[in-house]
């Protein structure tokens, strides 16, 4: 899911001997002042497909098989089997994140096997809870909407840790707690050596105390009204996940398998309740331009994904 700490985990892995790209993101003053880690030809990739599929990252969307046969008939298997091709004929071992990639699994796994190659996959978790304060205030999206967001992200995600690939659980604030540790972890479960020097580097010059935000306990979910118990569940399930081995891959099944049946009974209202979010956050945009035409004495925009 977006703003987990997928860049910063990311960036661990070149500790690992994992290339991950020639023609990077850049970084976003504010947002990702480290950079995002993100090849961005696979980003463009995956923004043209949303664009094909009329959707985006941030929309209320169930993501299933469905749409594959659209996209190898527009081409775009066969150009990302292209694209992945020639980036592994430069380096045998690659990485490639993307949070749009966890909707567009399908797709993607499609053209591993079109590229005849070894996958192994990181998945990284956050407290929801921080992820819903940090795209509150990046985006100005609503609460529960971010909630239901990070489910519909994370079900998909969690879905590859008991198809049988090589995978693991990194949760970001464990990553900054003992970078030592959780990098042995992945280094281990990814079957990658571990470069000592390159992890030295990356444990005390690129990871300090300033990229963690805030801190949340699984405890404080209970807390707070837009978490509900599927997320509850999930999160804690996926947890447990990044502090076991081998995962308890029943526990995650079950959580996981549930929240996807709950989030079916959903899908018929999902597209409704994107409208009605979408309407909220204009009305509460128009009363700030209408109330505070400056935007530097807006304090209302502190907190922009509440109702006033």
């Not at 998909?156 to 464990?174: P, T, W």
Request: charge should be negative; hydrophobic fraction near 40%; charged fraction near 25%.
């Amino acid at each position: 899911m977006h703003r987990s700490g997928t860049s910063a985990v990311t960036r661990g892995l070149q500790a690992l001997g994992v290339h991950l790209g020639d023609r990077m993101m850049p970084a976003t003053p504010g947002i990702n002042d480290r950079g995002f880690w993100e090849d961005l030809d696979i980003h463009e990739l995956n923004c043209e497909i949303l664009q094909e599929l009329e959707t985006d990252w941030h929309r209320l969307t169930i993501w299933n098989p469905d749409f594959l046969p659209r996209l190898q008939e527009r081409g775009f298997v066969e150009r990302a089997v292209d694209l992945l091709t020639e980036k592994l004929a430069r380096n045998s071992i690659i990485g490639m994140k993307n949070p749009r990639m966890t909707m567009l699994l399908p797709f993607w796994q499609t053209v591993f096997a079109g590229c005849a190659a070894e996958t192994r996959y990181v998945v990284v978790i956050r407290n929801p809870i921080s992820i819903v304060q940090s795209l509150v205030r990046r985006d100005g999206f609503d609460e529960e909407k971010i909630a239901l967001l990070w489910l519909l992200h994370m079900v998909s995600a969690a879905e590859v840790l008991f198809q049988g690939y090589a995978a693991i659980v990194v949760d970001y604030d464990r990553m900054l707690q003992d970078p030592s540790r959780e990098l042995q972890r992945m280094a281990a479960t990814l079957d990658l050596p571990l470069d000592a020097a390159a992890a030295s580097i990356y444990e005390h010059d690129f990871l300090t105390t300033d990229l963690r935000h805030s801190h949340h306990t699984v405890e404080m979910l209970q807390r707070h009204a837009f978490i509900g118990p599927m997320t509850e569940a999930l999160y804690s399930a996926l947890l447990a996940a990044a502090s076991s081995s081998p995962i308890d891959v029943p526990r995650l099944r079950h959580a996981t398998l549930h929240a996807r049946k709950e989030l079916a009974r959903w899908e018929p209202a999902l597209p409704l309740l994107d409208k009605l979010f979408e309407v909220a956050q204009q009305c509460r945009q128009s009363r700030s331009a209408r109330d505070d035409p400056d935007p530097q004495t807006d304090t209302d925009r502190s907190n922009p994904g509440r109702w006033k």
